[in-house]
Nanobody
Framework: QVQLVESGGGSVQAGESLKLSCVAS????????MGWYRQAPGKQRELVAG???????MYTNSVQGRFTISRDNAKNTIYLTMSSLKPEDTAVYYC??????????????WGQGTQVTVSS
């Protein structure tokens, strides 16, 4: 089993920045893609960004150029640095871990989520 714990969420004004962290623990050997999803009220959960074990990133179009995903394999941790935040980025952000996929995370392991609220 893998446990994922997110942190770093909060409330900010539009245009500001936040950095999320996700620490993985447990049976992490062989873990490949990790990444971030988000779910806004009344909407489906959507993929935001993913990262391969070798550091190759991928982003959904709406955050390209504003968000940066990074990974520290020694710490079993991924980060999401979010800049130029917009009100539409408001959501609960979830960490995901995948043992099969290269860099698009679609695994069975989820964190508990961290709230990000962006006000205009």
């Amino acid at each position: 089993q893998v446990q994922l714990v997110e942190s770093g969420g909060g409330s900010v004004q539009a245009g500001e920045s936040l950095k999320l962290s996700c620490v993985a623990s447990g049976s992490t050997l062989g873990m490949n893609a990790m990444g971030w999803y988000r779910q806004a009220p009344g909407k489906q959960r959507e993929l935001v960004a993913g990262i391969a074990r070798d550091g190759r990133p991928m982003y959904t179009n709406s955050v390209q150029g504003r968000f940066t995903i990074s990974r520290d394999n020694a710490k079993n941790t991924i980060y999401l640095t979010m800049s130029s935040l917009k009100p539409e980025d408001t959501a609960v952000y979830y960490c995901n871990a995948d043992f099969d996929s290269y860099y698009v995370p679609r695994g069975d392991y989820w964190g508990q989520g961290t709230q990000v609220t962006v006000s205009s």
